[in-house]
């Protein structure tokens, strides 16, 4: 038998996180270690600034998510958005255009939205935030159903190891409408951001060390009722690690990536 691959120590930057009820990433925090609460009423979908007014406009909900999650992570990062290479995931893009552009197909072809069908590809909001922001790095986009950031995180942390060079992880998910709902269970609108860096500086938040291990591994539920509130978001699979940087307790986390094989973190975090 091998010997196990040994991967490097990555490192964690600008956490960032927006849902309707914790609509920022220390909202999210507060609310996750018991210090806050989710705000009442719930917030309206953020305006990114990256985007012209009219393109801001039109942009779906999926786009708004990312690119308000994509920004507030990189202004905490302190990078430059036009220099990191992006990953953007989601279960299977925008869920509510694709499900009207099935019906609309199915249908009344002629009738098709242009603009919709234009947003309806999966890596519309990737496509959104470079052309933003100008950033000329490598961009991929990921949709891998309900083990999507896991797979992502994963895709962000072998680029990252390679390329010695951070990479920008954004996560983001919407309600799953008609057909498409008995396929991907998705529920309410979840973003998380990320930046993952090989080298650590002073604006680490949290190192960890990654590796794959064989074997079945049941997803982790939520521990916080803020963040148990947000479960039945296709996005969800990201909920436990944004629960441990909030909390900064070292920790190890097991993230399934099917059913045979799952990511394994080992979190650490700065003393003091």
Request: aromatic letters at 6%.
């Amino acid at each position: 038998m091998s010997a196990p691959v040994k991967t490097p120590t990555l490192y964690i930057e600008g956490p960032a996180f927006w849902a309707p009820s914790l609509p920022g990433w220390d909202i999210a925090r507060a609310a996750f270690t018991g210090t806050g609460a989710p705000v009442d009423p719930p917030a309206k979908r953020p305006a990114p600034q990256v985007l012209a007014p009219a393109e801001r406009r039109r942009a779906p909900d999926t786009v708004a998510l990312a690119l308000e999650v994509a920004s507030n992570a990189i202004a905490a990062s302190g990078r430059d958005a036009k220099e990191l290479p992006c990953i953007f995931a989601s279960a299977h893009g925008d869920l509510g255009i694709n499900d009207y552009m099935c019906g609309v197909l199915a249908s009344d072809p002629t009738v098709l939205s242009p603009i919709k069908f234009h947003n309806s590809v999966h890596n519309a909001a990737v496509g959104y935030w470079t052309i933003g922001v100008g950033c000329m790095a490598a961009s991929n986009s990921i949709a891998a159903y309900e083990t999507t950031f896991a797979s992502a995180l994963l895709e962000a942390a072998a680029q990252c190891a390679a390329d010695d060079q951070p990479v920008l992880l954004v996560g983001y998910d919407m309600p799953a409408v008609g057909a498409l709902a008995s396929v991907t269970t998705s529920r309410g609108l979840l973003a998380v951001a990320l930046v993952i860096a090989p080298q650590r500086t002073e604006r680490t938040v949290a190192a960890f060390d990654w590796s794959l291990a064989a074997g079945a591994s049941q997803p982790i539920a939520p521990r916080s009722e803020a963040a148990q509130s947000l479960s039945t978001n296709a996005m969800a699979d990201a909920l436990p690690l944004f629960e441990l940087l909030a909390g900064g307790h070292s920790e190890t986390l097991a993230m399934p990536l099917s059913a045979r094989l799952s990511l394994q973190l080992q979190l650490q975090f700065p003393q003091g």
